[in-house]
Structure formats: structure tokens, C-alpha cells
């Protein structure tokens, strides 16, 4: 059977730390941070590789990895001169007849289709038409070459439906992310609310009274027996004054 003192070690220890743990509450408000960030970066950079990927020089080609997909070509139309505000208009956008796509680990052509956006990709100071579109069936390395007779630049990635279809997980895990790093926010001003209650309970009861000796079952021992306490002695009666009266 368990002692008053170790009834009362054992109810301390146990409500030593209330509340949510403190590691449980920083590992999930970490990770949620760096999910919900890494999904939002990634998601972002999925959705608008047309403003993030190199333009390259015309007439000129270029060489990509590029995953199964529907992908867009655009050539600069328009550059505005930030110093004096003039907008220089390329003369001619390329025909379909001057683009070529091509698969440049197999040789094989790829089909490009004419294509004209209904809003124009904004680039810095330049404005890019969209001229074709082709469709990426296994991922390998293309080669886009456009073939334009006037000097300009292009640029190609993938199309917003396409982005679309590859954002979706990233947007799960930010949202994922996001739920982590808002449970883990709620369980540590919980937890460090609880704490500093407890803390302040504790300060303000009052200090435990000394627990008494245990007394032996056969009688107290010479050395816990109390001394004996002196009586001082009775008075005694005088001549005059009897027990019984006069």
C-alpha cells in the first residue's frame, strides 16, 4: 500500500505538465510551415511557367525535358522602353509553316496546331502573342525551333489547363500544410495557457503541514517517549484551616 508521500509524489509528477506536449505542438506547426509553403511555391511555379522559363532568341531553337502535357508557344509581339515609354511593335508574328517541334531523343516530328491567346503573356517590358500549340505524349526532351525571318524571342511551356491538372496536388499538400500549422498554433497557446495556470495554482496553495512520527505498535521508545512534565506540589492546609470546616 502506497505512503501519503508517495500518493502525493505521484499526483505531482502526473499533473507536472498539462496540456497539449510542447514537442507534439512545434513538430506539427514545423512541418505544416514547410508543406504549406513548398505547396504554394510549387503550385505557383506549375501555374505560371510561362513568366518563370527562359525565352530564347528567334530564329533560334531550344532543347527542354518535358513531362506528358499540352504546351504553348508564344513570340514576343511588342517591348516597351521603360526610359522614354515607346512600345516597339515587332513587324510579323512566325507562321505555323516556321515553327517545328521535334522530339529530340527519338528525331520524331510532333504535330503543332495554330494557336492564338485571347490575352497577351506579359513578360518585364515585353508583350508575347501566342502563335501554336502541340501536345507532349511521354516525357523526353523537345526541341522547339521557330524559324522567323525578323529577329524576336520566344518562349514556351505549358498551357493553363494542363497547369491546372499539375497544381492540384501541390494545392492539397499547402492545404494539408496549412491545417498542421494552424492545429499546431491552437495546441501550443493552449498548452502554454494550461502550463502557466497550473504554475500559478501551484504558487498559491499553501505549503503541506509536517507529517507526524509514526508511533510503534509496542509504545513509544525511550528515545521518542516524552520527558515527564513536573507538577508542582498541592498546598497544605494551615492550623486554622481544616478539610472539614469549623
Avoid at 15 to 38: D, H, N, Q, R, T
Avoid at 186 to 193: A, D, K, P, R, S
Amino acid at each position: 500500500m502506497a505512503t501519503p508521500d508517495q500518493t502525493l509524489a505521484t499526483t505531482t509528477k502526473a499533473a507536472k505538465e498539462p496540456g497539449p506536449g510542447l514537442w507534439l505542438s512545434l513538430i506539427m506547426l514545423s512541418v505544416g510551415f514547410v508543406a504549406c509553403g513548398a505547396g504554394c511555391y510549387l503550385a505557383f511555379q506549375s501555374a505560371f511557367e510561362l513568366l518563370s522559363i527562359d525565352s530564347f532568341e528567334t530564329p533560334g531553337a531550344q532543347t527542354r525535358d518535358l513531362d506528358p502535357g499540352e504546351y504553348q508557344i508564344y513570340v514576343r509581339s511588342a517591348s516597351v522602353s521603360l526610359l522614354n515609354l515607346d512600345v516597339d511593335f515587332d513587324e510579323t508574328l512566325p507562321s505555323l509553316s516556321e515553327i517545328t517541334v521535334t522530339n529530340a531523343d527519338s528525331g520524331e516530328p510532333v504535330v503543332a496546331q495554330s494557336f492564338r491567346s485571347n490575352e497577351p503573356l506579359s513578360r518585364s517590358a515585353n508583350v508575347y502573342e501566342g502563335v501554336a500549340i502541340f501536345e507532349v505524349v511521354s516525357e523526353g526532351r523537345y526541341t522547339v525551333d521557330v524559324a522567323s525571318i525578323d529577329s524576336s524571342r520566344a518562349v514556351f511551356g505549358r498551357s493553363i489547363e494542363s497547369a491546372f491538372d499539375r497544381i492540384v496536388p501541390w494545392l492539397i499538400m499547402a492545404i494539408v500544410g496549412l491545417i498542421l500549422f494552424v492545429v499546431g498554433t491552437i495546441l501550443l497557446i493552449v498548452g502554454m495557457v494550461r502550463r502557466k495556470s497550473h504554475r500559478d495554482r501551484q504558487s498559491a496553495m499553501p505549503a503541506m503541514p509536517a507529517m507526524p512520527a509514526a508511533v510503534p505498535a509496542d509504545g513509544p521508545t525511550p528515545a521518542t517517549q516524552a520527558p515527564p512534565v513536573h507538577q508542582p506540589p498541592a498546598p497544605q492546609p494551615t492550623e486554622t484551616e481544616t478539610p472539614w470546616g469549623p
